[in-house]
């Protein structure tokens, strides 16, 4: 069994920065990401990261603000966001996935979720 427990959410102002921490307990996983759900809105991806290699993948909307990296020893993933923008408010979630070297954006091919954290961004 696996267990995603993310932290490091909060509210900014946009401009700011967060980090977002989801460390992960059990087995060997081959990837790990985030994806965000605003209110009102379906969950999109955000960012994901291989552990074999550090391979990353980025959403578009977030590429050149956000970065995704993780800490092997630590079995953390980090996703650091800067230049936080209104609409990047939501509650984002860590998911991990077992499939080998998978790092795209459709959540079905992930297997594990955390319970989200919240971010908002004041304008």
């Known amino acids: 069994q696996v267990q995603l427990v993310e932290s490091g959410g909060g509210l900014v102002q946009a401009g700011g920065s967060l980090r977002l921490s989801c460390v992960a307990s059990g087995r060997t996983l081959s990837s790990q990401g985030w994806f965000r759900q605003a209110p009102g809105k379906e969950r999109e991806f955000v960012a994901a990261i291989t552990w074999s290699d550090n391979t990353a993948n980025y959403a578009d909307s977030v590429k050149g603000r956000f970065t995704i990296s993780r800490d092997s020893a630590e079995k953390t993933v980090y996703l650091q966001m800067n230049s936080l923008k209104p609409e990047d408010t939501a509650v984002y979630y860590c998911?991990?996935?077992?499939?080998?070297?998978?790092?795209?954006?459709?959540?079905?091919?992930?297997?594990?979720w955390g319970q989200g954290t919240q971010v908002t961004v004041s304008s």
């Open positions: 998911a991990a996935a077992r499939r080998e070297y998978y790092i795209g954006s459709n959540d079905r091919a992930y297997d594990y």
